[in-house]
């Protein structure tokens, strides 16, 4: 085997585009759910300590890179 046949480029460079398309809707999303809560999360998070709203974000985005993996792996 050659390192032409073990490194197969097309799918590093699909794999890269797909991670960087995840992160792309993943900070989109949490952009739209910052605009649509009340407060400023990050603000809330950091400033104030809010610990259950810092799980409740964390859980959030965790189910949306769930989704997302689960569509780009089809």
Sequence with gaps: MSLHELINYKYIIASVLYS???????????????KITPENLWKEIVEKHNVALAIVCASFMI????????????
């Excluded at 890179?65 to 792996?73: D, E, F, G």
């Design 20 to 34: 960087v398309i995840g992160i792309i809707i993943l900070l989109v999303s949490y952009w739209i759910v910052e």
């Design 63 to 74: 189910a949306v890179a769930i989704i997302i993996s689960s569509a780009i792996h089809g």
